[in-house]
């Protein structure tokens, strides 16, 4: 396989998928808010609020309203004060009230739970439809929202590594090709996916708006959130904010990066917050609006995938994320995945990755320097 491939949309839906409602799925525009559950609102508030720069839009004893420097809705991350920490909401914003309908019928058809509240579920959101999906997440749908200053313009206000958009959700499924037919069913899109030459899919970005995702699925025990990602303007914007965490003595929260995506072609940053939850600051990836916008598919063991640069991928990355909530706010149970895991077929005694594929004799493994201090069983 030449990595990556750039190819048409295909739907090849797997024997397993969940059957396709005869209702239409509501019209969504975009992934708009994440409501977290976090242990001490503090603690997450000097991190959000404080180290990373998000804007206050509200907050009282039990939770946290923030939104990033363009945004005009009421806020685009909740931090609620909770006994586990964990995810309550994926949720996403549609393009009229009447499609709040069209989410109650085509969850309802799934069999899904689901829950409509037409004062919302949480501030500054009016009427509001959260399902417990196929997959085990919560998501939500809201049209109904205040409005607030967008701030876009503030430049007093802007630290050098201010956050102005949400940009992506990314979950954690056991199978992928699953979750991405019942995704499609709702009415995403495929943008660029991992596959191997067997065929097994390990992650797919999956778009409304037209970049490159407003949610991804990873392969891995789920339902888990393995990241909210917000962007930055520029690079400059990311190497700013891991300055800041150096000059804090909190370079602690750094996890992976700073680099360049191979996936998204996007420059990253990934961090921990108080709780562990894994949130990536990401910047300048690509339009993907077009009807017939190609896929690209890159094969799990061309080691520029995640990174462009070829940097190891942290096993915490492949291993952690973070657990999601029920409707009555108990943590879901865990699905095993059983297809390969990405981790284990690229790096370790068991796995391999290529620089140049095909290449005989040169770099058909790679270096163990450059698997390094992460090659498994090889720790010092
Ligand atoms: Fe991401």
Redesign the pocket.
């Known amino acids: 396989m030449t990595s990556p491939t750039h190819h048409p949309a295909s739907s090849d839906r797997p024997a397993n998928a969940i059957p396709t409602p005869q209702a239409p799925p509501p019209d969504i525009l975009r992934c708009a808010y994440m409501e977290i559950v976090v242990t001490d609102l503090a603690a997450s508030r000097a991190f959000y609020h404080d180290v990373l720069g998000l804007v206050i839009t509200e907050e009282d004893e039990d939770a946290i309203y923030l939104r990033s420097f363009e945004e005009f809705i009421h806020h685009n991350l909740v931090l609620r004060k909770g006994p586990v920490a964990a995810v309550a909401a994926f949720s996403y914003r549609v393009r009229s009230p009447e499609d709040l309908d069209r989410a109650v019928a085509f969850f309802e058809e799934l069999g899904c739970r689901v829950e409509r509240r037409a004062e919302g579920f949480t501030k500054g959101i009016g009427d509001s439809v959260r399902v417990e999906d196929p997959l085990g997440f919560p998501y939500e749908f809201f049209y109904d929202v205040e409005h607030v200053e967008r701030l876009a313009w503030r430049y007093d206000l802007y630290t050098p590594g201010a956050l102005v958009r949400l940009d992506?959700f990314?979950q954690v499924t056991p199978d992928v090709p699953k979750a991405v037919a019942y995704v499609e069913d709702l009415g995403f899109r495929v943008t660029e996916d991992i596959r191997d030459s067997e065929g097994t899919v390990y992650a797919a970005w999956m778009r409304r708006k037209p970049t490159v995702h407003d949610t991804?699925m990873t392969g891995g025990d789920g339902p888990r959130m393995h990241?909210v990602?917000f962007a930055t303007h520029e690079k400059h914007n990311i190497l700013s904010i891991c300055d800041k965490l150096g000059a804090l003595r909190l370079s602690n929260h750094i996890e992976r990066g700073p680099g360049r995506h191979g996936v998204s072609n996007a420059f990253?940053l990934y961090l921990r917050d108080p709780d562990g939850h894994r949130v990536?600051i990401?910047t300048q990836d690509y339009y993907t609006g077009d009807p017939d916008n190609p896929v690209v598919t890159w094969d799990v063991h061309d080691n520029q995938r995640r990174d462009w640069w070829g940097n190891p991928v942290v096993p915490s990355w492949y291993t952690e994320a973070s657990l999601v909530l029920d409707l009555d706010g108990n943590p879901q149970p865990l699905v095993a995945r059983t297809d390969d895991s990405e981790m284990a077929v690229t790096i370790g005694a068991d796995g391999f990755s290529y620089t140049r594929e095909g290449q005989e004799g040169e770099d058909e493994d790679m270096p163990s320097w450059k698997q390094g201090e992460y090659k498994l069983g090889h720790q010092l």
């Open positions: 992506h990314n991804a990241h990602a990253y990536e990401y």
